[in-house]
């Protein structure tokens, strides 16, 4: 299954937490958001659509993620 996160004008609300960050990748716990919302909807493969000023910091973070085998927003799940 494949989700998009995306962020509506609530994101707002939580300032100044989301000024450097897609509210998808805040820490609720152990996890990310975005990666509780993966692991609720069974998702495989993760989409993000975020503000344009958060967009080079996603791709950076997004390439990371697929250089070192993790998929973004997905928690590592040891075997």
């Not at 494949?2 to 989301?18: K, Q, V």
């Not at 975020?50 to 927003?73: F, K, Y």
Request: glycine content about 8%.
């Amino acid at each position: 299954m494949r989700i998009c996160l995306f962020e509506d004008r609530r994101a707002a609300d939580l300032h100044p937490l989301t000024l450097t960050r897609p509210a998808a990748h805040l820490l609720c716990g152990l996890t990310t958001l975005g990666a509780k919302q993966a692991r609720y909807f069974g998702a495989n493969v993760v989409g993000h659509l975020c503000r344009p000023v958060l967009t080079e910091w996603l791709r950076t973070r997004s390439r990371a993620g697929q250089r070192s085998g993790l998929a973004p927003g997905r928690a590592h799940r040891p075997r």
